[in-house]
């Protein structure tokens, strides 16, 4: 069985015949600019659409040919104070014109500035003043970023396009700074978006997150509008968490930027702002490092001219005491040679005199024993020879006797003057270093005659009998400690 049919040229031709019948002057059309695109030929393409509930219920083509464009723009812009821009509901008056290859396409030519503003930028508008009215408006900037964050949460979607360059900008840098991201998706466009985000900083803001980021790429007016939701704003501003965001293009600026402690107009551009901060405490960091290097070269320097006028003044103030201490050494050797032959000189004459009374004594004692015995001779008589004999041999005996005791007396006396010449040079200085003894001084150049003054470290000066040394105390043992010890060395 045959159909009826026609062909779609015949189609087009009814219809543009039936558009051209319906329409045919210019009208007035009230609709939303849900794109803007001016072009370099001059001409201007734009999108015109109307929406209910959220949801888009009609949309066209319009264009504003370039002969017209910058009067036109100029025109509204001078009467309603407002760039003419995608987003705001304009009253325009339009040529309808039906293309068999195109379609319904709008020439606009007219635009009445009693609608500068539009629905969509009254709302916008309305949205902004209770924001700022509340305090809103403030609320993020009163948070402070981290030195160095670290915890990140991102709001988006998971194939986004931007989310990949987030994460490769950020993870891979050439620096190696670590960062922790976590993901939480969310719909980014549509009537359900703004509730979606809010959910997803809720659960965000009762974390120990240090940021909160929420990126979205580019897109339509149309598209981005949910970042201009009243409720999403007021969930922003409250978040404890400090949010930032990057959404839509470059001439972007929607309320949530507003609100948020910091918006910048890329996601690699993001994660150039938390790179920054750590490339910003690497600097300062390097910057301290030189300075405490500069710091302790300069210290050391100054801590070694120190040392050496030290250890110049200590040697001259050691080699002045030893050659102090070796002039009172000689000093007193001389003293003690002298005091010795002082006293050996007296003890010599007292000896002489002594021998020189005892002589005397002696001699005398002889004389009045010979006067005695000659008297005895002459009284006995030549009878008593013999006892003459006896009695002369008596004497005899004794004055043997008392030479005797005279000789060991002064054999006595003179062995007592050796015995303390003997002990007058054995303790000469000098005799005992010799016989391998030390003298001892400790830093203040005093005689060390205890340990207890000796610390571990300590430099001591040690005088031996043909010269003298500095060491430095590696151990101090006490008396207990050394009782069980042959060699303390």
């Known amino acids: 069985m045959a159909r009826d049919y026609m062909e779609l040229m015949e189609l087009m031709a009814r219809l543009k015949e039936g558009i051209a019948d319906a ?20 001409h201007c393409y734009l999108s015109l659409s109307q929406t209910r509930g959220g949801k888009v219920v009609a949309e066209s083509r319009a264009m504003i040919w370039k002969w017209n464009y910058p009067q036109l723009k100029e025109f509204f812009e001078r009467a309603a ?11 325009v008056r339009v040529q309808v014109n039906f293309s068999e290859l195109y379609g319904v396409s709008l020439f606009i030519d007219d635009i009445d500035p009693a609608f500068t503003l539009g629905e969509a930028a009254l709302e916008r508008k309305r949205a902004i003043e209770k924001l700022t009215a509340r305090g809103y408006m403030d609320m993020q900037k009163e948070l402070s970023l981290p030195r160095l ?48 985000i809010m959910a997803a900083i809720l659960e965000i803001g ?32 409250t978040c404890p968490v400090p949010v930032f965001t990057a959404i839509g293009h470059d001439r972007d600026y929607h309320i949530a930027d507003m609100v948020a402690n910091r918006s910048v107009k890329t996601p690699t551009a993001l994660a150039d702002l938390f790179l920054d901060c750590y490339a ?50 000689d000093a007193a050797h001389n003293r003690i040679r002298l005091a010795l032959a002082r006293k050996e000189n007296d003890l010599v004459q007292s000896l002489q005199q002594r021998s020189a009374r005892i002589s005397m004594g ?46 060991a007396r002064l054999g006595m006396a003179v062995s007592a003057v050796a015995l303390k010449e003997a002990l007058v040079k054995a303790s000469d200085p000098r005799k005992i270093l010799a016989l391998g003894y030390v003298l001892v001084t400790g830093q203040d150049n005093k005689v060390l005659k205890t340990v207890d003054r000796v610390a571990v470290g300590d430099c001591i000066g040690v005088r031996f009998a043909d010269g003298s040394l500095r060491a430095t105390v590696g151990e101090v043992y006490t008396e207990h400690v050394d009782n069980d010890k042959v060699n303390i060395a």
């Open 23 to 42: 329409f045919p002057g210019k009208t007035w059309v009230k609709a939303e600019i849900s794109s803007w695109s001016p072009r370099t030929n001059g």
């Open 81 to 91: 104070g407002q760039p003419l821009q995608a987003g705001i509901t304009v009253l």
């Open 149 to 196: 964050p670290y915890r990140l949460a991102v709001i988006t979607s998971k194939m986004a396009a931007g989310y990949g360059d987030f994460r490769r900008h950020l993870l891979e840098n050439e620096a190696g700074y670590a960062f922790q991201v976590d993901l939480y998706e969310a719909l980014m466009q549509g009537e359900s978006a703004p509730a979606s």
């Open 206 to 237: 009762e974390k120990p997150y240090d940021a909160l980021l929420i990126l979205r790429g580019g897109g339509s007016e149309l598209d981005l509008a949910c970042f201009d939701d009243f409720d999403l704003a007021v969930t922003i501003a």
């Open 280 to 329: 910003a405490e690497d600097a300062l960091i390097d910057a301290a490092e030189n300075r405490i290097a500069r710091d302790v070269r300069r210290r050391l320097s100054d801590e070694g001219m120190r040392l050496k006028v030290l250890d110049a003044r200590t040697a001259q103030g050691v080699g002045d005491r030893l050659n102090v201490m070796g002039g009172r050494l």
């Open 362 to 407: 002696l001699m005398g004692m002889v004389n009045r024993k010979t006067l005695a015995l000659e008297e005895a001779r002459t009284r006995v008589s030549r009878g008593l020879t013999r006892k003459q004999h006896e009695v002369a041999k008596a004497v005899d005996v004794a004055a043997s006797r008392l030479k005797y005791a005279a000789g």
